[in-house]
């Protein structure tokens, strides 16, 4: 009796102790796919693996996808100003504004594509909704909204610029840094023609 209870409890040991084994095989692949799956763009999956092969680290590839949406975001909002500025001085920024973000855009593409990341082609849900809403305006309020976006854009494009041309990827770097000299010419013109708008 004492055999048969213990060959019992040998077997319910082993088939609870494989069943565990396969449990944390199951566990540990789940981990190791949400792992990987570190940014979503575009319905792409994108990993720390595209930036390590190329040698340019996350900080590099998280610069070049926000400088992304902010480029696109520029140049789509230029596109707005060149049809509802009232202002000829506000239509000749945002004429400045689509040549300089359109070659910037392309440049950043290129860099990416070369450093093997994948950078977003589309904006954000609710930067396209701010773009919509600005498709309505005209005039005046809308000379003074762009403008005032343009000078609150350009500070925090600044800010990233500068961690840019801080990274350790020479051709980021370089990039970064020359790019950087025209945001900066874009800020000053933006402040002046806010400053002429009150």
Known sequence: MKKIFLLSTAIAF???FQACQI?????ATTKDSVAGDTNMVNGNHV????????GL???????????AVGGIMEVEAA?????????QKVKDFAAQMLADHTKANTELKA????KKVITPDALPAEDQIHLDEMKKMTGASFDKHYIDMMV???EKTITLFKDGAQNRDASLKSWATKTLKVIEGHDVAAKEIASSLK
């Open 152 to 154: 609150t854009d350009h």
């Open 111 to 114: 860099l990416a594509v070369e």
């Open 47 to 54: 990993t720390g693996a595209e930036s390590t092969q190329s």
């Open 79 to 87: 596109k707005i100003a060149a049809k509802n500025a009232s202002s």
């Open 14 to 16: 082993t088939v609870s």
């Open 57 to 67: 680290d996350e900080a590099g590839a998280t610069f070049l996808r926000k400088a």
């Open 23 to 27: 449990a944390d095989k199951k566990s």
